[in-house]
């Protein structure tokens, strides 16, 4: 890796003689009392506070005043948590509570990190039925928000959930599963923290296994001529493009009994750093750092590697960007993927994140963008110290036309109105909400401006 690298950088070097480097870096964000991991949210709550226990939570929410917003990891890019008033976090009720061997579920606490499931889990004979690229979240906050990995034939995480606890603004406990309060159940499957505190979950599982990782680096044209066939032959599937570089990457994943190979999370910091660098020598010129960038990832070989599943669906991802995602009927993927390429290399030649596209299956959460159509998801980024308005907003409504539903967490600028308009059960979700809390303690300005009456 490290050699590959350093042809790179002299590659880079060589070609870059004439450039004068552009130096884009931003004012830094002010130290602040709570913000999210891409710094795009900052604010001042009055009070903080993480119960030990049930009981403590049930008390803090029934003597709080003000707005409530309950906190996961801080990984959302929209305004889901600021507030002036009360931010609680679950980070110390979290662990595996149960497991129910035969129905291969397992109750888990929801303050639990996702990369803090896997282990205990397997050494109860389980595993998770899928994860996204990153395992920091919580497992509240992925729920809240429909996270997802990627795979034609599965389901986002919100569809893992057999049942779940809620504790509602009078420090009430409610269980709800399909059987039971079902309606709750339908909204509180992706809920943005707007129903409550949601405090254990049970997930269905399934047996432990392992997953064969194949990284293969590939001509953009190739990738997008077999993405749907890829999709359709494989277990998790998905694919990266490099803006500037007429090249992309695909991952392919499927079970596998062949022995161990790795042990470690990959990193995509070193991928992420040298694109900038090549970004900041060679924007001048797009056909100069297409040839070089094109030159370099035509030597890199396909990568494999074995690892139990919870250590092979992530990657660590520390170089920090702002994100807009958005969920499109599987059919449209292609048609939308070009109108939002052919904009980015002919508008925006700082960009040097990938663009990253995933399959997910169908499901029937009321406010799941996955609701009643199988997806593909067009994800695009900016580096955080970058500017992302001007370019998200030349995007977004090619994601729109295509009929996109964005990811809950993600950046996005749809209205209420326009909203209500993609869900079938949106007027539902806020009936069950305005019943769970009716006085309105989990709306801060933003939910409001969704969810208020
Ligand atoms: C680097 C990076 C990679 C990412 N990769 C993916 C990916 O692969 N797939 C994907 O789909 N998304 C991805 N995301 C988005 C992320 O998964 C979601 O935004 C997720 O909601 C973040 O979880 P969190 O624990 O950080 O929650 P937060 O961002 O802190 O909160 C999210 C929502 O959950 C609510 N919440 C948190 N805890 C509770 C609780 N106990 N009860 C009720 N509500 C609660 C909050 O109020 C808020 O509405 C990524 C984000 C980043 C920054």
């Not at 008033?85 to 929801?110: F, Y």
């Amino acid at each position: 890796m490290q050699s590959r690298r350093t042809f790179l950088q002299q590659l880079m070097g060589a070609a870059a003689v004439m450039a004068m480097p552009p130096h884009l870096l931003a004012a830094k964000p002010s130290a602040l009392p709570w913000r999210n991991w891409s710094g795009s949210q900052v604010c001042y709550p009055n009070t903080r506070s993480a119960p030990a226990d049930l009981a403590q939570l049930q008390t803090l929410l029934k003597e709080s005043q003000g707005i409530i917003r309950p906190v996961g990891s801080g990984h959302s890019f929209m305004p889901l948590v600021p507030t002036d008033d009360t931010i609680v976090s679950l980070s110390r009720l979290s662990g595996l509570i149960s497991v129910d061997a035969e129905k291969q579920q397992a109750r888990v606490w929801a303050g639990t990190r996702l990369g803090e499931i896997g282990e205990p889990l397997a050494q109860n004979g389980q595993a998770l039925l899928n994860m996204p690229d990153i395992d920091e979240q919580s497992l509240a906050g992925a729920i809240a928000t429909a996270t997802h990995g990627t795979g034609a034939q599965i389901t986002c995480m919100s569809d893992y959930v057999a049942s779940l606890q809620l504790v509602l603004a009078n420090g009430d406990t409610l269980e709800c599963s399909r059987s039971q309060n079902t309606d709750i159940f339908n909204a509180a499957r992706v809920n943005m923290g707007a129903l409550g505190v949601v405090s254990q979950v049970t997930l269905q599982n399934q047996a432990p296994y392992k997953l064969k990782r194949e990284t293969t680096w590939l001509p953009i044209e190739e990738i997008l001529e077999n993405a749907h066939q890829l999709a359709d032959d494989n277990r998790n599937f998905e694919f990266y493009f490099i803006p500037f570089t007429g090249m992309g990457f695909i991952d392919v994943q499927n079970i596998t009994d062949e022995p161990i190979t790795k042990m470690e999370k990959l990193d995509q910091n070193d991928g992420a750093e040298d694109l900038k660098t090549a970004r900041d020598l060679l924007s001048w010129s797009p056909k100069l750092r297409e040839l070089v960038l094109g030159t370099y990832m035509n030597t890199l070989p396909k990568e494999v590697n074995v690892a139990n599943s919870w250590q092979n669906y992530a990657s660590e991802r520390n170089v920090r960007f702002n994100e807009m995602e958005y969920h499109l009927p599987r059919e449209n993927m292609l048609d939308a993927f070009k109108e939002i390429r052919h904009i980015v290399e002919t508008q925006f030649p700082e960009v040097f994140f990938p663009f990253e596209v995933r399959f997910i299956k169908q499901d029937d959460i009321w406010l799941s963008p996955f609701n009643g159509r199988e997806t593909c998801s067009i994800a695009v980024h900016r580096y955080h110290q970058e500017d992302f308005q001007a370019m998200f907003a030349a995007i977004e409504p090619v994601m729109q036309k295509y009929n996109g539903r964005p990811h809950w967490g993600k950046l996005n600028t749809m209205t209420a109105q326009q909203f209500a308009a993609h869900y079938e059960h949106w007027s539902d979700f806020k009936a069950i909400r305005q019943q769970l809390d009716p006085e309105g303690q989990f709306l801060n300005p933003y939910l409001s401006s969704l969810f208020g009456s």
